[in-house]
């Protein structure tokens, strides 16, 4: 595993998260970092997520939170939290669910919680929303989230069947996140691309 500059970390049940991620890391060129079914990083994560300039943290919303496996992730980086060792990098979050909202805003609450345990700078959205009577389920953040991003697959939809809009939100979210990186990140400019 290779040093990254934006690392996206993230557990996914069933895949449909998973995707959401993949397309966060083509917007970003970041590198994905799964956590397990059992709520475990591979070999070589934390030195990985330690090298990043900034950490996406994503989950699906499981009743109204993330699942538990991400927060075991969350409650291993309590040793991490002990040195503020992820102080002052940049982080942001996102959430995949069934419904529109589904409650996925206590999630995004709570990754944003985690990144200030860990005294890290939160990079929002950024992104307008599409609500006026023209939008459409086809307009970037129709879901018109700010505070991360937001995704909604359909309860019955396979991984081959999501929004795609929300696969192109999910990039104009990477990139968003990227720029932040190149604007508050000073050693970031020091790295090649
Ligand atoms: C145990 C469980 C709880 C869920 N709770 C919610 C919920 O609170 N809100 C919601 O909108 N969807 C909920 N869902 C639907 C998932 O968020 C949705 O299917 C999502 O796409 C799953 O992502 P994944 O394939 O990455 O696991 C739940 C699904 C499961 C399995």
Known sequence: MSAS??????HS???H????????AEGSSGELLAISSEGELPAGGWELLQAAQAIVFGAPTYMGMVPWQFKKFADASSKVWFEQSWKDKLAAGFTNSASM???????LHYLFALSQQHSMLW????????????????DINYIGSFCGLM???PADASVDEMVPSDIETAKVFGRRVAEAVVAFVPE?????A
């Open 17 to 24: 998260t998973r995707k959401i991620a993949e397309a966060v």
């Open 188 to 192: 970031s400019r020091l790295v090649p």
């Open 151 to 153: 995704t909604a697959t």
């Open 123 to 138: 990079v929002g959205a950024g992104t307008m929303p599409s609500n006026t009577k023209a939008a459409t389920r086809n």
């Open 101 to 107: 909202s589904g409650d996925k805003l206590l999630t």
């Open 5 to 10: 500059k934006i690392v996206i970390v993230f």
């Open 13 to 15: 049940g069933y895949g």
